[in-house]
């Protein structure tokens, strides 16, 4: 059967079709660019299961969120999932996967605390940047990925979750990211954007300052 690929991350300059099955080994394609993203198209065999995953401008890793399955593996990965059948046709979840953020902030350092008070200034003292998301309503496998951007916009790195519950929908899960203040770090506006499942959630940004003046009252609260 033909299969059509769509990456829809339409700022990449490039990107290639990371696709792993036991018939065809390992393979990556180069994506053709369209108006709405970029796009391919392969001819996929029956009683194959085929992982696959967007791999973006070398850098960036991204699930397909219009995939029939999203399956973990064991070295803590996860990947988009194609499985055919022997009559040819493409197996379903029975059930409807669903995740919902709840909320989302900047912080120094990973507490549990339902009063925290998130802030977005910080400076080379502080050790880390961390963000913390709390998500709700959650059921089935989903990759989280927050993208990290440096104060001149070049992206700096992708941090990668696998957020999940089998059995029945769960609230209050909460998921931290983090990056390391060297004294490298340029100092600015960084910017950091969420996706959950391959699909862009929000933007938001915080600052990492050149001294400690102004850190404490730069304090911020940011709700969903």
Request: charged residues 30%; proline residues 4%.
């Amino acid at each position: 059967m033909r299969y059509r690929f769509e990456c829809t991350y339409l700022e990449a300059e490039r990107v290639f079709l990371e696709i792993i099955s036991e018939k065809m080994g390992k393979r990556y394609i180069p994506m053709e660019r369209k108006e709405d993203g970029f796009t391919c198209e392969l001819e996929l065999s029956p009683s194959d299961i085929y992982k696959y995953i967007f791999v973006i401008d070398d850098n960036i890793r991204l699930i397909d969120f219009s995939a029939p399955f999203t399956i973990p593996t064991e070295d803590g990965q996860i990947y988009s999932c194609i499985a055919i059948n022997a009559g040819g046709e493409i197996l379903t979840y029975d059930f409807e996967p669903s995740i919902y953020v709840k909320d989302f902030g900047f912080c120094n350092e990973a507490k549990e605390d339902e009063k925290m008070l998130y802030k977005r200034a910080f400076s080379k003292k502080d050790r880390k940047v961390c963000v913390r998301i709390v998500y709700t309503e959650v059921l089935g496998f989903h990759q989280s990925s927050i993208l990290w951007y440096k104060p001149d916009g070049e992206f700096f790195a992708q941090s990668s979750g696998i957020v999940w519950s089998d059995e029945e929908k769960m609230d209050n899960i909460t998921e931290w990211h983090y990056m390391e203040i060297g004294e490298e770090m340029p100092t600015g506006r960084w910017k950091v954007k969420l996706f959950i499942d391959g699909l862009y959630i929000l933007e938001d940004y915080f600052v990492i300052t050149p001294t400690v003046y102004g850190v404490e009252s730069g304090i911020l609260k940011t709700r969903i």
